[in-house]
């Protein structure tokens, strides 16, 4: 799903550090202005690299059009229309206009990456309290059974991720259901994502906090130690 109020907010961001990078660094400060950019459209987006490479191009590839456009116009507005004619002036804009959307989708890259460091320094702090204990590596490596009491514990049916999902909300419905009778399947389950992988879900929104880390099953079985370190429905099950 496309975040469009990011890609905005990142075109806005483009066009202010095109003006003063612009102006001081010429065309390497437009590249850098558009790499800044995506950077900031990959932190706010998300933290699947996917996603942050694909807003970052978008944002990219939009600035890249509206700056040829303006060019355009400029060169009219001082009546010099006959540099617009040769094919290699459309051929140098199409190339500079692939060349932000390349530089964006980088920088979306680079601001996913950050944002997943963060995630992972807050949970790990938030949980260890900065002190390590020592553990053997067969404790160390955390794994999650599907089980009814991991089901009761799991915070992900109230994780605000979850809180606007039409899906989520119906499965948990026919889970309360469920839980009086049969052992539910993990496809019904809007939650324990640690133990069973992605949601099945798409209506999530993995733009909002996490509820692993206040999580019983996350602090008894030291998922910290694990990989992914949160969004589980996201990421796919702790390893
Ligand atoms: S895995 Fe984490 S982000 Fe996903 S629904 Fe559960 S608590 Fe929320
Ligand atoms: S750690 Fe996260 S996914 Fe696993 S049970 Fe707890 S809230 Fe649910």
């Not at 702090?125 to 599907?146: L, N, Y």
């Amino acid at each position: 799903m496309i975040k469009w109020k990011a890609i905005i907010i990142g075109f806005i961001l483009a066009v202010i550090l095109t003006i003063f990078l612009g102006s001081a660094g010429g065309i390497v400060g437009f590249y850098l202005a558009v790499l800044i950019a995506g950077i900031a459209v990959g932190y706010i987006v998300d933290v699947n690299i996917k996603n942050g490479a694909t807003h970052g191009a978008i944002t990219g590839l939009i600035t890249g059009i509206v700056s040829a456009i303006l060019s355009i116009v400029v060169a009219l507005a001082y009546g010099a229309s006959g540099i617009l004619s040769g094919l290699n002036v459309i051929a140098e804009l199409i190339l500079s206009i692939i060349i932000w959307a390349v530089l964006g989708a980088i920088g979306g890259v680079i601001g996913t990456i950050i944002t997943e460091r963060l995630w992972q320094t807050v949970f790990t702090r938030g949980i260890m309290g900065g002190t390590a204990k020592t553990e053997s590596p067969e404790e160390m490596k955390p794994k999650i059974e599907f089980t009814r009491e991991n089901i009761t514990k799991c915070l992900c049916p109230q994780c605000p991720v979850q809180a606007e999902s039409e899906c989520a909300q119906t499965k948990m419905k026919m889970l309360q259901e469920s839980m009086r009778g049969m052992s539910p399947e993990p496809s019904d389950v809007p939650g324990v994502y640690c133990a069973t992988g992605t949601a099945t879900c798409s209506d999530i929104d993995p733009n909002k906090m996490c509820n692993c880390p206040n999580c019983d099953v996350f602090k008894e079985n030291n998922l910290e130690q694990g990989e992914p370190k949160g969004y589980f429905c996201q990421k796919g099950a702790v390893k």
